[in-house]
């Protein structure tokens, strides 16, 4: 079935970006047809929503950026060269990159980056690899981050002052220790280390068959000289001051060693909190110190940031879709009308679902829960008013861990997220969104099939 589905899904799915457009026309037609929005409205929160998230895409690209340029250094590319004596055959590769970006993925989604960069690397090295699957299952690891330290939505609901909390739905906090620190959440985690991994070991092209990284390599592309030839290659044929200031150490060295107080500051007042912004400032610390020298450091920036065009100019329209939902009133009505008929016993699994279809359109976790998390956690209090209060906060917790569940799974089925991975994956290699994407779908029946008996049956 994966083979089938690989050949010929990619003749129905388009580029990300016409997903992007489709959506936005059937969101659309959806809020004019369903709400009291005409056309105006519905163009007018088109357009307000398409800004809302800036923020959030910068985040993302500079993520992306500074993570690819790490992992240009000499410091990654020598664990890359220990790490690659553990896999010589294809599913030792296949094996290594699902259990090491699950691992990776636990500290934060955007650690995808590292695994894609592993990947391409040791398929570069193993013959017989499917690069096609490989990046599915670099894609696919990256999953466990819902039940990680990073995961949005129960780091929200334990925030003081979130917004739920600030419009009166819940009294106060709900702490991750009912969240993250849940069995349920335990068997998800467990659920990307073995089952997972076993199904995509068992699911895994023939060598034979494979397409590998010199396979679908570009004609033109050429080796690149290393990011310290470059760096040396911008030199003057005399000494002058520029060249001792882009090429030696130690300007470099105070800025990486004040970034790098400032995060060891952070996690010694804060705990190990981790968000984008301390995410993507450890990155940059890391970086400065790996590249040592200025010039070595803009070459690496220069290379990282070649090809996250889709990135920059999708996640916008994406934007602009949660605002037809949000501010058309169209995401809480298709919420309510989910929860309209849901029991205490089947609230979680009506989450699952609500997480997973709003996932589509809206592929931002904070995104989905402003929309759609108001109606989920009044329904979980509403069904739980007859609960002893320990079991009723129980069921709050586990309806956003459901949600956040359900909004992870889709993103298999949305290419969207794609764009993080290709382009570290994709770089001078001949590869698109939907040759990975057929690889997806049986692992994402597996993934959501079991999270959804974790949430239905294990006791609050």
Known sequence: MNEFLSRHLPRWIPDPFVFALVLTLLVAALAMGLTDAGLGDVLGHWYDGFWRLLEFGMQMVLLLATGYAIALSPVAGGLIDRLARLARTPGAVYALVLVAGALFGLVSWGWAVLTAVLAR???????GVDYAYLVACVYLSSGSWAGGLSSTIPLLIGTEGNFLIESGVIDGVVPTSATLGTWVNAGYVALYLLPVPLLMLWLRPAAAAAKGFDDLRDDDEQVPRSVEEEAERTRLDAACLSDRLNHDAWVQGI???AATWVVVRHFATNGFALDLNIMIFLFLALGLLAHRTPMRFVVAMKRACSNISGIVFQYPFYAGIMGMMMF???GAMISEWLVSQATVQTLPLVAQFSGALVNFAIPSAGGEWAVIGPSLTQAALDLGSGLPEAERQALVARTALAAAYGETSTNL??????LVILPVMGAGVSIQARDVMGYLV?????IYAVTALLVALLPL
Do not use: D
């Open 442 to 446: 049986v692992p994402f029946l597996l």
């Open 328 to 330: 058309s009133g169209l």
């Open 121 to 127: 690397e040791l398929a570069r090295r193993t013959s």
């Open 413 to 418: 089925l949305q290419p969207f997220f794609l």
């Open 255 to 257: 800025v990486a060693i």
